[in-house]
T-cell receptor
Framework: GENVEQHPSTLSVQEGDSAVIKCTYS??????FPWYKQELGKRPQLIID?????GEKKDQRIAVTLNKTAKHFSLHITETQPEDSAVYFC??????????FGTGTRLLVSP | DSGVTQTPKHLITATGQRVTLRCSPR?????VYWYQQSLDQGLQFLIQ???????AKGNILERFSAQQFPDLHSELNLSSLELGDSALYFC??????????????FGEGSRLTVL
């Protein structure tokens, strides 16, 4: 089955800096890679996703890159703001199979 | 509001007891997923249903069971509860088209406390 590793587990940055979170996956057949943001006490919400036929995707200050050969994908947040502080989860899925989440990265953006 | 409804929001019970958590997916979503999130932990996949049938299984204990009904709502049954079962249980739903899974929409979760 799929296994997703995520690092770092915690990340502290200053407001305006960039933040990068990295994930690796084990199943080469995985074809869908979403990123979820979970604020304290709230439900996870999708912030961006990428499919295996695309190498990069951007949405304003966030971007995701995918390297299928190395089986890793990354989340990039530029010009971080205090409201970006949350736990971020990467995930990977194969076809209809289960969506497996990484262990999460707690991002703290200090003013 | 994600459109996914979970009840109850909070539940406190004793060890050895049995509880049922309920989830109503977004209108039109055929897939329902259950996840367990212990304090400061990640999202552990429990089980997935698609249009009434079990589709994938994760690290779900034998004491736990689930089903999806013809109206597509789902229930997660937890029995012989232990202290370690205390967690936030999330239900999520998605539209699954062909071989591609779409975005998962999460409910607000059911917080279970076992005393």
């Amino acid at each position: 089955g799929e296994n997703v590793e995520q690092h770092p587990s915690t990340l502290s940055v200053q407001e305006g800096d960039s933040a990068v979170i990295k994930c690796t996956y084990s199943d080469s057949a995985s074809n869908y890679f979403p990123w979820y943001k979970q604020e304290l006490g709230k439900r996870p919400q999708l912030i961006i996703d990428i499919r295996s036929n695309v190498g990069e995707k951007k949405d304003q200050r966030i971007a995701v890159t995918l390297n299928k050969t190395a089986k890793h994908f990354s989340l990039h947040i530029t010009e971080t703001q205090p409201e970006d502080s949350a736990v971020y989860f990467c995930a990977a899925i194969t076809g209809f199979q289960k969506l497996v989440f990484g262990t999460g990265t707690r991002l703290l953006v200090s003013p | 509001d994600s459109g996914v409804t979970q009840t109850p929001k909070h539940l406190i019970t004793a060890t050895g007891q049995r509880v049922t958590l309920r989830c109503s997916p977004r209108s039109g979503d055929l897939s329902v997923y259950w996840y367990q999130q212990s304090l400061d932990q990640g999202l552990q996949f429990l089980i997935q249903y698609y249009n009434g049938e079990e589709r994938a299984k994760g690290n779900i204990l034998e004491r736990f069971s689930a089903q999806q009904f013809p109206d597509l709502h789902s229930e997660l049954n937890l029995s012989s509860l232990e202290l370690g079962d205390s967690a936030l249980y999330f239900c999520a739903s998605s539209v699954t088209r062909g071989a591609n899974t779409g975005e998962l929409f999460f409910g607000e979760g059911s917080r279970l406390t076992v005393l």
